[in-house]
């Protein structure tokens, strides 16, 4: 079993991911080592044992745990915030998937001629308080984007940032939510 476990762990333990496209080179060599068919079964037996399941998506590595249904309010509040964020963040640009570059100054900047993502900003809540300027909060989705492996800082200087492969869970997350047409009753004539 490879010697960066202790890594892995660490990352993966606090709900982040290790994406492929990640900037930094320890992560991609984590993830590199993930790839690999036999250490990935044999993480995944070892981390399976403390409760812990290793899962793969497209280009990234996280982990899930089956947790009591009492954490079911959490979860989907968190749930619900991202899905805040990701409606920004496509609202803000179609465009913004894998592999997309922004800077928060072109977020800033979009607001001043999007009304609808204005709206989006101000409604969205645990974002902090409503006396925060709009730059504040930008940076706060940002924040949170960078802190849980979405995004990472690609250029210091111009405040470039890049979307990783991991933002697929978000997708993901969306697109396993099944909402039924609106259908008439089926014992109507």
Not at 156 to 180: A, G, M, R
Request: overall charge negative; aromatic content about 12%.
């Amino acid at each position: 079993m490879t010697k960066y476990v202790s890594d892995i762990f660490e990352i993966l333990r606090r709900g982040q991911f290790i994406s492929s496209n990640h900037l930094d080179d320890k992560i991609q060599l984590l993830y590199r080592i993930l790839e690999e068919e036999k250490e990935f079964e044999e993480l995944s037996a070892y981390f399976a044992k403390i409760n812990y399941q290793l899962e793969e998506g497209n280009g990234y590595f996280y982990f899930s745990r089956k947790e009591p249904t009492t954490d079911l309010d959490r979860k989907l509040n968190r749930a619900f915030e991202w899905i805040d964020i990701l409606d920004f963040c496509k609202s803000f640009d179609s465009n913004f998937d894998v592999g997309y570059r922004f800077t928060p100054a072109e977020i800033a900047t979009a607001l001043k001629n999007n009304i609808d993502l204005k709206t989006k900003l101000e409604t969205m809540k645990r974002l902090g308080k409503s006396r925060q300027n709009y730059d504040e909060r930008i940076r706060k989705i940002i924040d949170k984007l960078e802190r849980d492996n979405f995004v990472a800082l690609e250029q210091e200087i111009s405040e470039t940032y890049k979307v990783l492969d991991s933002f697929h869970y978000l997708k993901e997350l969306i697109q396993i939510i099944n909402i039924p047409e609106n259908t008439e009753d089926e014992n109507t004539p």
